[in-house]
C-alpha cells in the first residue's frame, strides 16, 4: 500500500497512526517531496471511483490563491490532472493507494471497511 502524506498534515498524522495502530504496513510518501504524476493521478481517480474534485484540496492556499473554486468547471480532465500534477500542495491528502482502491481524504469508518479493520 502507498500512503501519500503531507506530514505536518494533522488528518495525515491521524490515518498514518490509524494504520500504525492496525498493523497495516505501507510506504509512505511525501507530496511535497515526491508529488503524483499526472499518469498516477489519472489512474488513481479512476480506481478511486471519484469525482477528479475530489483529488483537489480545496481548503489550501495554493488552491485558493489560483482562484480554482471558479475555473475548474471550465478545464479538461487533461487540464485539471496537470494541474493537480504540477504541485502537491493542490493534492487533497492523506491518499491510500491499495491494489483495488484508492482512498482520498480519511474518514475511519471508510477505511475500516475497506480495509477490514
Given at each position: 500500500m502507498?500512503?501519500?502524506?503531507?506530514?505536518?498534515?494533522?488528518?495525515?498524522?491521524?490515518?498514518?497512526?490509524?494504520?500504525?495502530?492496525?498493523?497495516?504496513?505501507?510506504?509512505?510518501?511525501?507530496?511535497?517531496e515526491?508529488?503524483?504524476?499526472?499518469?498516477?493521478?489519472?489512474?488513481?481517480?479512476?480506481?478511486?471511483?471519484?469525482?477528479?474534485?475530489?483529488?483537489?484540496?480545496?481548503?489550501?492556499?495554493?488552491?485558493?490563491?489560483?482562484?480554482?473554486?471558479?475555473?475548474?468547471?471550465?478545464?479538461?480532465?487533461?487540464?485539471?490532472?496537470?494541474?493537480?500534477?504540477?504541485?502537491?500542495?493542490?493534492?487533497?491528502?492523506?491518499?491510500?493507494?491499495?491494489?483495488?482502491?484508492?482512498?482520498?481524504?480519511?474518514?475511519?469508518?471508510?477505511?475500516?471497511?475497506?480495509?477490514?479493520?
Amino acid at each position: 500500500m502507498l500512503f501519500v502524506e503531507y506530514p505536518p498534515c494533522s488528518t495525515c498524522k491521524k490515518a498514518k497512526s490509524w494504520l500504525q495502530e492496525h498493523g497495516i504496513a505501507f510506504t509512505a510518501r511525501h507530496i511535497k517531496e515526491e508529488n503524483p504524476s499526472a499518469e498516477e493521478l489519472a489512474a488513481w481517480q479512476e480506481r478511486s471511483g471519484l469525482s477528479l474534485k475530489k483529488f483537489f484540496n480545496t481548503s489550501g492556499l495554493v488552491y485558493k490563491n489560483l482562484g480554482l473554486k471558479d475555473k475548474l468547471p471550465g478545464m479538461t480532465r487533461e487540464e485539471q490532472i496537470a494541474l493537480l500534477a504540477s504541485d502537491g500542495m493542490l493534492v487533497k491528502r492523506p491518499i491510500l493507494v491499495t491494489e483495488d482502491t484508492v482512498l482520498v481524504g480519511f474518514k475511519e469508518a471508510e477505511w475500516a471497511k475497506l480495509l477490514h479493520k
